[in-house]
């Protein structure tokens, strides 16, 4: 039957009685037509021939009105409630008053159903009054509002569309009309927009969207925009393209206005200030006329409540990451998963000045490290160098007055000449920035550095708080105490955007999460609603876009954000590693990242879908952006390792019904690659496996250390006799045996029983010894024998993200993209010997003293005797 009773309509709805007469009145002989939706009837509705008889025959000189009072009154005559009868009977006579069928039906809905309906279920006089309007082809005229508003409450979609159990005998078929559905949206950011978009889209005039947005106002005209105060957001984010392609045609060309920047592969760079912009102007467009409907007001839940957002079916949440909806109605569905902290500089260098260095340089400069990240258009010259932070440090980001600095109350930088920019005041300076000599400070000035800002350039400063946050389930009921205004016993509440989950932004993946769960729900709810499957608006109506958004959160959580936090994103890692880094020599620090870099390059560039030209002296410029920094700089940077790509690799999870047949049989092929690959490696695995082992731990968050022969090195290695395994819920601590002494058989060097830690993702070749005969000429990164480096960070990357020594081998690379090794890339350090730099992982901060030794043993520089 359907739906949840919970309040009793103005005048009781009637009983079984008339539906049993009416099902006595049309018994005949023939068979009873099934239950539509079994029956594939999706669009139907049913209705007693009997309803035929009552309405007559051809008769011109009957008009529909006449018709239409006759079959009410008949109806009256029949039904065993005596209350509708009467008011029935009495609104049918006041023809002044109710001089059309319009006018007839919006009586009822109003005096009779006092504009709400208790329940879900299809009632004899529901039917009655929907087979009046649909006879008198009142759906095929209604082209006001208010005829609009008279079919949406008749023929609304969560309403079922027959009696249940359908009456017996003879039954008639019409198309059923059905009522829009009313979508709600909190929160006009891209993602809001985006949803709104793909409901107007995709409902194909069956969906109708309200968008409420505090920051918006409306000119005379009646058009929506931001007002030049408006708090934006100058962020650049990278928009993937197995996201962008899923947009209509319209809805793409207005987001990149036919100009893409493309800068990581596959993806384009846009300012997230512009994809509201346009987002809004498209929502605005003429094909949306009625379907989309902004409001230049921001809603809390006292207001809902009291009805301000009117009638709806769903209320979605697109508030951000401090969404009260999520606060209101997912309580004790929310769940934290870590946290990080970083500082935000937004800088302005002007479209016509665009980013000091080339977009390729930029890239191999942050992939390399986790410390510092940059996101930003050469388009505008606009976007944010980010650093992440520590929690010592993220206490000392202040302004000068002592109060936290964030988007509401950013802080600034001194002009030259000492001055205060416009819009700040003296209090509102950032307080490391008077300090020039802290350790704070000189960390920021070498990330501007990095990427070749000055100060100048810088517009305010922020710090950022990181939540990695989800819900167990992203669909729910409306309360009751909110759901008074509602035309129905309740409404569905959802959650889109960093309202549904908040990730870690260095991966990048917080606006293509939002607009490919606002694709989804158009989507969905389209699907569901042409299959009636928001007959009684249960959860179930939206279950696949809860399924959606639940992948899609385990995927940009597990092996988006969560990887960065095991690496060195939590607070308590950073300041753990960056503890480490004074036992790292500045030439070690120097070429590990130099290496990492220039390796990453080189990969990247190989890709089909790069968008640059190749670049043969990426390293030399790497050399002197990096010779620029403070030693202790360079230091932390290496302890904090590349990006951690291999843990982020896999099948990307996208709306499929959006997809195009092209890209779907793509993403088909890519998902059978994984399970290929991931098979022909458990393959491999056994066939070296001695008998009667199990299968080999896995490697996916930490490699442990591997036997190795005699080492060349003039310096012995220190032994672990246990793997260390750490994951995103424990770490364990590893014993740490004592280096083994000198024997005869070595002549001085030390036979280790284990190699050193290194990259899960790292490659697993050796790159070249400096005594290697390899001619200089051919050989890469001479100077380093161990050196592991990951595979670049595919920002579009939805297959396996492959490893580097797909290309690496030998260290030979053999095509024509192979660079020279500059000449101060060669030898070794203090003399000669090898290199080798490693990380731990952890997501606690580690405790004791076996990780602190692990660490420092590993990160050694050695020396010739």
């Keep these: 039957m359907g739906g949840i009773k919970t309040l009793a309509p103005s005048v009781p709805p009637p009983g079984l009685a008339f539906r049993q007469r009416t099902a006595n009145l049309s018994a005949i002989n023939s068979p009873a037509i099934p239950n539509p939706a079994e029956a594939g009837f999706d669009d139907v509705i049913l209705f007693p021939r009997v309803y035929e008889e009552a309405w007559g025959g051809p008769d011109p000189s009957r008009s529909d009105l006449d018709r239409a009072r006759i079959f009410l009154l008949r109806f009256a005559s029949m039904n065993g409630d005596p209350n509708i009868n009467m008011a029935l009977r009495a609104l049918v006579a006041d023809q002044a008053q109710n001089r059309n069928i ?35 082809k009142f759906p095929e005229t209604a082209f006001s509002e208010r005829h609009k508003s008279i079919l949406d409450f008749f023929f609304d979609p969560t309403l079922h569309r027959n009696l249940e159990p359908l009456p017996y005998g003879e039954l008639v078929r019409y198309r059923y009309p059905a009522g829009r559905l009313r979508v709600c949206i909190i929160g006009g950011g891209p993602t809001g927009l985006a949803s709104a978009i793909s409901l107007a889209e995709k409902g194909a005039g069956k969906v109708e969207v309200h968008v409420w947005e505090r920051r918006w106002v409306m000119d005379k005209n009646g058009v929506f925009d931001y007002p030049p105060d408006a708090k934006r957001r100058d962020q650049v984010v990278t928009l993937q393209d197995s996201v962008t392609t899923l947009l209509t045609e319209g809805s793409y060309q207005a987001l990149f206005q036919g100009r893409p920047e493309r800068v990581w592969p596959g993806s384009a760079n846009i300012q997230i200030r512009k994809v509201e912009d346009r987002f809004l102007k498209r929502c605005q467009a003429d094909e949306f006329r009625g379907l989309i409907h902004l409001h230049a007001e921001g809603v809390t839940r006292e207001e809902l409540a009291a009805g301000k957002c009117g009638d709806f079916h769903v209320l979605l949440g697109t508030d951000g990451a401090a969404s009260w909806v999520r606060r209101s109605y997912f309580q004790g569905y929310e769940n934290e998963r870590g946290k990080s902290y970083a500082l935000g500089l937004a800088f302005d260098r002007g479209p016509k000045a665009g980013l000091p260095w080339s977009q390729p340089l930029n890239m191999f400069l942050t992939l390399g490290q986790t410390r510092y990240l940059l996101n930003a258009s050469d388009h505008d010259g606009r976007g944010y160098l980010n650093m992440q932070l520590t929690e010592e440090e993220w206490e000392k980001m202040l302004s000068v007055d002592g109060q936290p600095i964030h988007f509401g109350r950013p802080a600034c930088l001194r002009r030259p000449d000492g001055s205060i920019p416009d819009g700040f005041d003296e209090g509102r300076v950032f307080a490391p920035s008077e300090d020039r000599n802290s350790p704070e400070w000189k960390s920021i000035e070498d990330g501007l550095k990095l990427f070749g ?369 500059s000449p101060g890339f060669g030898g070794t350090f203090g003399g000669g010997g090898e290199v080798n730099l490693t990380r731990l992982l952890s997501v606690r901060r580690p405790n004791g003293s076996v990780l602190s030794d692990a660490m420092a043993l590993a990160l050694f520089r050695v020396d010739e005797d």
């Excluded at 060195?568 to 790292?584: D, F, I, R, Y």
């Design 453 to 821: 800002f000055k100060e100048s350039e810088v517009i305010n400063v922020v710090r950022i708080p990181i939540v990695v946050q989800a819900v167990r389930e992203g669909v729910q009921m409306l309360p009751l105490e909110d759901s008074r205004f509602v035309h129905r016993p309740h409404a569905l509440v959802a959650l889109a955007g960093d309202a549904l989950m908040t990730v870690h932004f260095w991966p990048g993946r917080g606006l293509n999460s939002g607009i490919k769960a606002g694709i989804a729900l158009g989507d969905e709810i389209a699907h569901a609603l042409n299959g009636g499957r928001f007959a009684g608006l249960q959860l179930g109506a939206m279950k696949e876009y809860n399924d959606f958004i639940l992948k899609l959160q385990n995927r940009e959580h597990d092996k988006r954000s969560i990887p960065i936090l095991n690496q060195s994103g939590t607070p308590e890692m950073l300041g753990w590693l960056l503890s480490k880094a004074a036992s790292v020599p500045d030439e070690v620090a120097l070429e590990w990242l130099v290496g990492a870099m220039t390796q990453i390059g080189d990969r990247l560039e190989r890709r089909d879908d790069w968008a640059f030209k190749h670049e043969a002296n990426i390293e030399p410029q790497i050399r002197i952006v990096l010779r620029q920094m403070h030693s202790q700089t360079l230091r932390e940077m290496a302890v904090s390792f590349p990006w951690p790509t291999r843990e982020m690799a896999g099948a990307e999870v996208l709306p499929i019904r959006s997809m195009k047949p092209e890209e779907k049989q793509k993403w088909m092929q890519q998902l059978w690659g994984m399970l290929t690959i991931e098979k022909n490696k458990e393959k491999e695995a056994a066939k070296t496996r001695p008998p009667g082992t199990g299968p080999a731990p896995s490697n996916a968050r930490f490699e442990a250390p591997r036997t190795r022969s005699k080492s060349p090195n003039p310096m012995g290695r220190t032994s672990m006799d246990s793997r260390i395994s750490m994951d995103s819920r424990r770490s364990i601590d590893a014993p740490v045996q004592q280096p083994v002494p000198p024997s005869n058989s070595n002549k001085g060097f030390l036979e280790p029983s284990v190699g050193s830690l290194r990259r899960s993702n790292a490659t697993n070749n050796k790159l070249p010894s400096p005594l290697s005969p390899t001619p200089p000429s051919t050989r890469r990164y001479s100077n380093v024998s161990c050196l592991s480096v990951p595979g670049a960070r595919d920002e579009d990357d939805f297959t396996i993200t492959e490893d580097i020594s797909s290309y690496a081998g030998d260290g030979y690379l053999g095509d024509a993209h192979s660079r020279p090794v």
């Design 102 to 136: 319009a006018a007839i039906a919006f009586s009822i809905q109003m005096n009779i159903y006092g504009n709400r309906h208790a329940d879900f279920i299809a009632t004899p006089m529901l039917q009655a009054v929907r087979f009046m309007l649909v006879r008198s």
